[in-house]
């Protein structure tokens, strides 16, 4: 009977997580778009009846907000006028409150704690964290806050309505920019490990959040920083759950100001004209922004600006935040009846700022460039380029690179291999930064694959293969983060991946079956993670992480006789629903480097040529949770 009444509380759980996404949803639309929701979420479960047996008390759930803690935003300064100033909008912290529910099983001991903070709706386990939705806290340039009021504790075998409103808000987007320092948001946390993983702590296109990275935790406030020298579009609101009742001022009606709703100093206004821009072929605008979608840099398309009163004769000028992604051709120019134009160019990818001024007055408008041809413009029989601006895309003048030309090369700075690639001879790639994209294909015969990152992140979603040959391994060596995620590495011979950083290979396949005793070897100085990964090969499989390893449903197996797979974290050790196969004479253990530390085992299977094995962990003290599928621990 408890192992059915588990299941009945695992579908359960299940159905909460769901039903606690749509409250995080609820909430987040109130922020946004204003209006009231009613959530309702199943806190409890009941057990089917039992003819001849008694079951324990059906489970309960609780559900409730946290205490207040602050939101706090630093070193940030309005770019444009609006109702209110930085000073005294961002001069105090915001008061808000988290969600989470907690079930109380008899039989799912290790349900996790379901929580909600700041948008983010994510499961927390002891010793590690699963998200459910996105963060919406940082996403791009664009910063979202919905802050929580109202004291709400309920416990239940049954259901509760949730109700959710907005009381405040939200804001008009607001444009901030750094006041020299980089900006920073402090925002409470019960989780900041399920933050680390969301946003990263690197800034970077390989993070969570590329923009931002999460630089503290202490007191249960996370700090999170943000790129300097961007612009970053701001909405806040504060919407009402429990007893949250609208009694207080509307702190968050903020609007821009425009050129109608002022008196200016000067004799007149001066503002981009977005309808007229929207109106040109490629390009589509909102009142705050525009994207200007062109077939091949070097397009154009008219970029006016008016003022209010029109006036003639004026002169007005004009600058681009970034002129390496867009232009403004001529520069500067002559107002007639209140209107003049200029040529708006694409020359690459990006975002950047545009800026006019006339008058003692001026407005700016960010202009997002995408030029449709960007990544398909490399030089004939190229299959690499030096990606010297970091914008992810081939841009003319960069340097380029063929197959022959990866046999050896040493880029000081970004090298991105986008096409496939053969040699005969083996490959040797060196660079700051080193990115494998999926679709590119490695292949080598009568030599290996060896991969060094001198400063930055090692990353392969496409595939890399020396089976061609016999004996040829495949080294990763990096200074940074390492990430595989859904890539492909075969090897005829062993298979090294090396991180003075944490490494990511979510999904990922290393392949050294074609080897004759083939090691694959993976140790990062950092947190490693191989979740759903394919790890086989007939020799040794070594995974070593400096902090927290991760190998939940990835599947292990090294084949040939005294060989086995040896897991080591000097931190939690998770590795439920893991598949590990050794021969029966080879073993299966897992050093976690400290007595305090968790491995967490549940739905794991251990085998043993065909039959169930025993994983052996150590030292003495290691906190085991949940049961294995197949085999056991000891």
């Not at 444009?80 to 099983?105: C, H, I, K, N, V």
């Not at 680390?196 to 296109?205: L, P």
């Not at 000097?570 to 400290?594: A, C, K």
């Amino acid at each position: 009977m408890p192992a059915e009444n588990q299941a009945v509380e695992i579908d359960h759980n299940r159905q909460v997580h769901g039903e606690m996404q749509e409250l995080r949803n609820a909430i987040k639309n109130a922020g946004t778009t204003g209006g009231t929701t009613s959530i309702s979420v199943t806190l409890g479960t009941q057990y089917p009846t039992r003819t001849f047996l008694t079951n324990p008390p059906d489970p309960t759930g609780t559900l409730r907000t946290s205490e207040t803690g602050a939101v706090g935003i630093d070193n940030a300064e309005f770019n444009g006028r609006y109702t209110t100033t930085a000073d005294e909008f961002l001069e105090e912290d915001f008061e808000t409150r988290t969600l989470s529910y907690e079930p109380s099983y008899n039989e799912y001991r290790d349900a996790p704690t379901t929580r909600i903070e700041h948008g983010f709706a994510f499961n927390e386990f002891t010793g590690t964290s699963v998200a459910l939705t996105e963060q919406p806290l940082v996403d791009g340039n664009r910063l979202t806050i919905v802050l929580v009021e109202g004291n709400l504790s309920t416990s239940s075998r049954g259901s509760t309505a949730v109700d959710t409103r907005i009381l405040s808000g939200p804001t008009d987007p607001i444009s901030l920019e750094d006041d020299g320092d980089n900006i920073t948001i402090t925002v409470p946390t019960s989780s900041p490990n399920a933050w680390n993983e969301s946003i990263g702590t690197e800034f970077g296109a390989g993070s969570g959040a590329e923009h931002a990275r999460v630089t503290g935790y202490a007191d249960g406030q996370l700090r999170v920083e943000l790129e300097g020298d961007m612009e970053y579009e701001l909405r806040m609101a504060r919407v009402g759950v429990g007893d949250g009742r609208d009694d207080g001022p509307d702190e968050f009606d903020i609007s821009r100001v425009t050129a109608e709703d002022t008196n200016s100093s000067g004799a007149y206004d001066v503002r981009w004209d977005t309808d007229r821009i929207n109106d040109e072929e490629h390009a589509s605008c909102t009142d705050e922004s525009c994207t200007f979608t062109a077939a091949t840099a070097g397009d154009t398309i008219q970029a006016s600006v008016e003022t209010a009163p029109a006036v003639d004769d004026a002169d007005v000028e004009y600058a681009v935040g970034n002129n390496e992604i867009a232009g403004l051709v001529p520069g500067r120019g002559t107002i007639q009846d209140g209107v003049h134009e200029t040529a708006l160019e694409a020359r690459s990818n990006g975002t950047t700022t545009l800026f006019a001024s006339s008058g003692g007055a001026g407005d700016a408008l960010d202009v997002t460039v995408a030029v449709e041809s960007a990544e398909a413009s490399l030089p004939e029989g190229s299959v690499a380029y030096h990606d010297r601006n970091d914008d992810g895309v081939y841009n003319d003048g960069e340097p380029t690179y063929t197959e022959s030309d990866l046999e050896s090369v040493d880029v000081p700075g970004s090298l991105i291999v986008v096409g496939d690639a053969f040699s005969a001879n083996g490959m040797d790639l060196t660079a700051e930064q080193l990115t494998v994209e999926e679709d590119a294909t490695l292949e080598t015969r009568n030599g290996g694959i060896r991969m060094t990152t001198n400063s930055g992140e090692l990353a392969v979603a496409g595939t890399l293969d020396t089976t061609a040959g016999t004996g040829q391994s495949v080294t990763l060596d990096a200074t940074g983060e390492t990430d595989l995620s859904s890539g492909t590495v075969r090897s005829s011979g062993g298979i090294d991946v090396d991180a003075s950083g944490s490494i990511t290979a979510d999904d990922a396949t290393l392949d050294a079956t074609d080897a004759s005793y083939g090691s694959i070897t993976v140790s990062g100085d950092g947190s490693v993670a191989l979740r759903r990964a394919i790890v086989q090969t007939e020799g040794t499989v070594s995974i070593t992480a400096g902090a927290t390893l991760d190998a939940t449903a990835a599947d292990l197996e090294s084949t040939r006789i005294g060989q086995g797979v040896a897991l080591e974290s000097n931190g939690d050790m998770t590795i439920e629903r893991i598949s590990i196969d050794v021969d029966r004479f080879s073993t299966m253990s897992g050093e976690l480097n400290g007595g305090s530390n968790t491995l967490f085992v549940d739905g794991a299977e251990f085998r043993r040529g065909d039959d169930p094995g025993a994983f052996d962990f150590s030292p003495n003290g290691v906190d085991v949770r949940g049961t294995p599928a197949v085999g056991w621990t000891w």
